[in-house]
């Protein structure tokens, strides 16, 4: 019998299994040979070695560039966009009339495709006719060029993904409502404030929907593409050249295969390693109910 139950479930897997193999783990250890290669999508693959790591880890400037600009908006937008949608659940967690309307209004910008936000943004930030500029001059300041400024055009990609932070307020509220009442029924007796049981007992309670943000967090914004390929395309003087961008121009317009696959591991390594490492750092500040730590 338990053959035969063995034997059904790979038979319903198997188109699952088959995708899998030809889609993703094919094409995962193709990169991984093409990364060791010098391959223009026409000629036949040429095997170099090493050549294309050490070009790009020594040799190719505009890659580090990316990878400060990556991290800068990493480091920025992950903890920046957490403490908003933080902020906002936690409004958004009481009981008031009308309280689901905003709810919405809040998750809505999350749902819309990033092509339309990329794109609204690029009017909003206009230089003269933007309405961020408009404002920003009804108060007597003069706004920058924003995406044509190498000074400005990275903070103006955080704020941009400040947009979508209705996903992960989503989360936090689901979380806030998951905390038994009896905790803050006890820290009222106990005479403890609204500050003090936010600190004391949500936000521990919150640690592991935190954790989650922030791994997915982390990952999203090492990835970032979309954005920088519509609005900026890593203009000006690669100012906002990241790393998946510089990837994607390097395998479809400048037709380097082999060197952006090796971009690909690279940018794998170093994902791996900081997710290691915010998996790592879990214990010191993750509670869970059962009273463990994750």
Same mark, same amino acid.
């Given at each position: ?7 059904? /479930? ?11 193999? +030809?889609? %993703?783990?094919?094409? #995962? ?41 990556? *991290? ?14 933080? =902020?906002?659940?936690?409004? +958004?967690?009481?009981? +008031? ?13 999350? @749902? @819309? ?5 990329? +794109?609204? *943004? ?15 001059? &009804? /108060? ?5 060029? =924003? ?16 947009? $979508?932070?209705?996903?992960?307020? @989503? ?30 007992? %949500? ?8 954790? &989650? ?5 982390? #990952? $999203? ?30 395998? &479809?317009? &400048? ?9 690909? =591991? @690279?940018?794998? #390594? ?25």
């Amino acid at each position: 019998m338990r053959n035969k139950e063995g034997a059904w /479930f790979y038979f319903f897997i198997s188109p699952w299994l088959l995708g899998f193999s +030809l889609l %993703t783990l094919g094409p #995962i250890v193709f990169s991984i040979y093409m990364s060791f290669t010098d391959w223009d999508l026409f000629q036949t693959p040429q095997f170099i070695g090493i050549d294309n790591y050490r070009k790009l880890l020594t040799e190719d400037p505009i890659f580090w560039k990316s990878v400060f600009n990556t *991290f800068y908006y990493a480091l920025i937008a992950v903890p920046l966009a957490m403490a908003i949608s933080l =902020w906002i659940a936690y409004y +958004l967690n009481k009981k +008031l009339k009308g309280i689901t309307f905003f709810r919405v209004l809040f998750y809505l910008p999350s @749902v @819309v495709p990033v092509v339309a936000s990329s +794109l609204l *943004f690029i009017h909003l930030f206009a230089p003269s006719a933007g309405l961020i500029n408009k404002t920003l001059h &009804f /108060f007597g300041i003069i706004g920058p060029a =924003w995406l044509l400024d190498a000074n400005w055009v990275k903070p103006a990609l955080i704020i941009m993904s400040l947009w $979508g932070v209705g996903g992960g307020i @989503v989360l936090l509220l689901a979380g806030m409502k998951g905390v038994p009442s009896e905790f803050y029924e006890a820290a009222s007796i106990d005479g403890a404030s609204s500050k003090q049981a936010f600190f004391r007992i %949500t936000f521990p309670m919150l640690t592991p929907v935190i954790f &989650f943000n922030l791994v997915t967090g982390i #990952i $999203g914004a090492l990835q970032t593409f979309a954005q920088v390929f519509i609005v900026t395309e890593g203009g000006p003087d690669n100012a906002s050249q990241m790393i998946v961008p510089y990837l994607f121009q390097n395998a &479809f317009r &400048f037709y380097k295969m082999g060197y952006a696959s090796s971009i690909a =591991w @690279v940018l794998f #390594i170093i994902i791996m390693a900081l997710t290691l490492i915010v998996f790592r750092s879990s214990a010191l500040w993750v509670h869970y109910e059962e009273g463990k730590n994750g």
